[in-house]
């Protein structure tokens, strides 16, 4: 066999030993998600467009505002439109890492807002997602909870 034969030979073995998500869209979900980022940023959109209508976002914590929402209508309605109302202006936020494996992203980053008191609210935040085809449909959010809850106080 020659040497041409031999490296193809191990070249296909090596790509059968790899997990499914190698040879999916790793960079396409990572580039889209900081496109979501960099558009809420800039006060253009953001990531929630991105959620599926049946995605489940996590709320870790102990918190009151911890728990599991079941679908996008639910999250927003009951998490986000009750945060966003004690709000004067919008969370803007800062990245500080995306990490990408396959069909997830977790992003860190930093928010920021002014609460209608007029109060600083600032937290930090982990998201954990799962996308499918170009949408959301996981995510587990780690934060202050905590914090949060004083700003709905």
Same mark, same amino acid.
């Not at 860190?108 to 807002?113: E, K, L």
């Given at each position: ?6 490296? !193809? #030979? ?5 790509? +059968?030993?790899? $997990? ?9 979900? /990572? ?47 009951? !998490? #986000? ?5 004690? +709000?004067?202006? $919008? ?9 990408? /494996? ?52």
């Amino acid at each position: 066999m020659n040497m041409h034969k031999i490296i !193809a #030979v191990l070249l296909l073995s090596a790509s +059968l030993c790899l $997990p499914a998500w190698a040879s999916d869209n790793t960079a396409a979900n /990572q580039a889209l998600i900081q496109k979501a980022f960099d558009d809420w940023r800039a006060g253009q959109g953001g990531i929630f467009q991105l959620l599926a209508d049946d995605a489940v976002w996590v709320v870790a914590g102990s918190s009151p505002y911890s728990g599991t929402y079941r679908t996008r209508e639910a999250f927003m309605e009951d !998490a #986000v439109k009750p945060i966003t109302d004690k +709000l004067a202006t $919008p969370i803007v936020p800062t990245v500080r890492q995306i990490v990408a /494996q396959g069909p997830y992203v977790v992003v860190h980053w930093d928010g920021q807002a002014t609460a209608k008191d007029g109060s600083r609210y600032e937290n930090s935040y982990s998201w954990h997602m799962q996308l499918e085809n170009g949408q959301i449909t996981r995510v587990t959010a780690f934060l202050d909870t905590w914090r949060l809850v004083e700003l709905m106080n």
